[in-house]
């Protein structure tokens, strides 16, 4: 089975259930009632698909819609070459992210929607910055004169309203951001890019504490690890963001009066 699959024991988490629990709904015939499936691998384990758990907890669960503001602005996090070139320690395959960022990034340039790219930096004179660096070694490559730091080729041609080089997690940290969207009436942040468990996630709930719609297009954001990904897309879906489609983004920006 493909990695759109997880295991009764990864459904059960991301629900707040045991596996027992599914266990008997499954045995009483009562699991599909709540829009799941169950799946077997040839060796017999039970697997669920990603999306249905997804919508599951949706309907089981408290959460709503905060819906898109009045006036957006797309936030591009470490699209860089320290992640998306092959050859760097800490690169993976990042095509299908870079072409859907393209995407939005080209609907936003021609309907004058502003763009910020916020970059990761290595500064060997900041506390937090040597911190994490003792967590992921190879921050150390992250110095901001490094050809590690230069925005990913495919997206270089953009215009980008402001670029932040940052040592922190989150680009509203100890930075002007926020006061910058907000001199700009922008009510509405639209986060793509890398690492969807770790800046990306991080980035979401400062968003929300800073007062704006928060909106993470699911397909534009990415992350090493597929179940990382998945379990932060759902938190973020459940508590922080709204996570969508990037053709809802799109048809977003359709709408939007500049």
């Not at 989150?170 to 910058?180: A, E, G, I, T």
Request: hydrophobic share 35%; with cysteine; glycine share 6%.
């Amino acid at each position: 089975m493909d990695k759109d699959y997880i295991t009764i024991a990864e459904a059960a988490k991301k629900l707040g259930v045991s596996p027992a629990t599914l266990r008997r709904l499954e045995k009483d015939g009562q699991v599909e009632g709540y829009g799941l499936k169950v799946y077997y691998t040839p060796g017999g384990q039970r697997r669920y698909q990603y999306n249905e758990v997804k919508h599951a907890y949706g309907t089981w669960g408290p959460f709503g819609r905060m819906g898109f503001g009045n006036k957006p602005c797309i936030i591009v996090r470490d699209l860089i070459r320290y992640f998306t070139d092959p050859t760097s320690k800490a690169g993976y395959d990042m095509d299908k992210v870079i072409e859907q960022t393209h995407l939005l990034l080209e609907s936003a340039t021609k309907l004058n929607i502003p763009i910020v790219f916020a970059v990761t930096i290595y500064d060997p004179n900041n506390k937090i910055s040597n911190l994490w660096a003792k967590k992921i070694e190879t921050n150390l490559m992250l110095k901001q004169e490094s050809i590690w730091t230069d925005i990913e080729p495919r997206l270089g041609h953009f215009q980008f309203n402001k670029i932040i080089h940052s040592p922190y997690i989150s680009p509203f940290f100890k930075s002007d951001l926020s006061d910058w969207l907000k001199a700009q009436d922008i009510d509405t942040v639209i986060i793509v890019g890398n690492s969807t468990s770790g800046c990306i996630r991080v980035t979401a709930i400062d968003s929300l504490q800073h007062g704006f719609h928060t909106i993470v297009p699911e397909e534009a954001v990415a992350d090493r690890s597929i179940t990382e990904h998945q379990t932060a897309l759902l938190e973020l879906d459940v508590k922080y963001a709204d996570v969508i489609r990037v053709d809802e983004v799109l048809e977003y920006f359709q709408k939007v009066q500049i």
